[in-house]
Each structure stands twice: as structure tokens, then as C-alpha cells.
């Protein structure tokens, strides 16, 4: 069993920036392609960012091409998403997925998923 654990979302004036960590337990880490999607409230949710399970394939919704960033540590068996430039449309319920490939996630395909970590962003 993969168990899928988001941290740091929170409050944030518009212009700030947080780093959103997603730890991943129960299998091998670096086997998985990652994920970011998010949701915002009476909206459907969507891709925002995936990464190859080696780091050297990233992919991001264009609108957030530029103001965020997506990495991982496979020793710490973590991926993050560095935002910058926070809007206040960028305000959701931020999740993280495990996947066998970013092109499936990109489609909002995900093997494993976490509860969540909600971003708001005040202006």
C-alpha cells in the first residue's frame, strides 16, 4: 500500500510564495512518476505540475509556467512544488499523486492519491 501525504499548504498574500511538500510511503519512490493537481472551490480539478520519477521530465499547466516548480528528492522519498508569485485564482485544495507516468498525469491519471493541503491566497 502507497500512502500520499501533502504538507505546507496555508495563507499567503498575493505576490508571496510557499513550497508545498508531498511524502510518499509503502513502495519504491523513485518508481513513480508525481504529481500536482489542485482544486478550487465549485471547480473541477486540474493538472498543475508532474515530474519524471528521475527528475529530468517535467511538465506544467500553462497557467502556472513560469511561477512554479516542481522537484523531488528520491533519498528523502519527497516531491515539492515551489510556488512564486501567488494570484489569488491560484487559491485551492492542492493534491499530490503517484503515477507510472507523467503523460498520465497530465490526463489526471493517478495511482495513488493524497487528502490534500489547502493554498489560499489573499489579495
Known amino acids: 500500500q502507497v500512502q500520499v501525504v501533502e504538507s505546507g499548504g496555508g495563507l499567503v498574500q498575493a505576490g508571496g510564495s510557499l513550497r508545498l511538500s508531498c511524502s510518499v510511503s509503502?513502495?519504491?519512490?523513485?518508481?513513480?512518476?508525481m504529481g500536482w493537481f489542485r482544486q478550487a472551490p465549485g471547480k473541477e480539478r486540474e493538472f498543475v505540475a508532474a515530474?519524471?520519477?528521475?527528475?529530468?521530465?517535467?511538465y506544467y499547466a500553462d497557467s502556472v509556467k513560469g511561477r512554479y516548480t516542481i522537484s523531488r528528492d528520491n533519498a528523502k522519498n519527497t516531491v515539492y512544488l515551489q510556488m512564486n508569485s501567488l494570484k489569488p485564482e491560484d487559491t485551492a485544495v492542492y493534491y499530490c499523486?503517484?503515477?507510472?507516468?507523467?503523460?498520465?498525469?497530465?490526463?489526471?491519471?493517478?495511482?495513488?492519491w493524497g487528502q490534500g493541503t489547502q493554498v489560499t491566497v489573499s489579495s
Open positions: 509503502g513502495r519504491t519512490f523513485s518508481s513513480y512518476a
Open positions: 515530474i519524471s520519477w528521475n527528475g529530468g521530465i517535467t
Open positions: 499523486a503517484a503515477d507510472s507516468s507523467p503523460p498520465r498525469l497530465r490526463l489526471g491519471i493517478g495511482q495513488y
